[in-house]
């Protein structure tokens, strides 16, 4: 948790940001099973999958995740709420282990 944040003006009082590199023995499994289209499953494609299944089962918390400081090598994610980090968290989950 980040506190004292600003995005484009607005200030946020708390950020809840989550990083991590999609490769390695965790992602053996996930990366073939997410990137079906032979995408190269670096840190956009994870940040692109994430922020599309957040749409899908969260749309009401898709207006507080941001991505802009993800690179190819790191998956970067933040979100402004604590239920937005919740929403989050499960659905990198699923998307990892297959079910929460």
Request: net charge negative.
């Amino acid at each position: 948790m980040i506190g004292g944040t600003a995005y484009q003006g607005r200030e946020i009082p708390w950020a809840w940001p989550i990083e991590f590199e999609p490769f390695g023995e965790e992602f053996d499994e996930a990366n073939p099973r997410i990137m079906k289209d032979e995408t190269e499953p670096d840190g956009y494609a994870w940040s692109a999958v994430i922020c599309a299944q957040m749409a899908k089962e969260y749309p009401d918390s898709i207006e507080q995740l941001h991505s802009g400081d993800t690179e190819s090598e790191t998956c970067v994610l933040w979100v402004e709420s604590e239920a937005a980090c919740k929403a989050l968290v499960q659905v990198i989950w699923k998307l990892i282990y297959g079910s929460f």
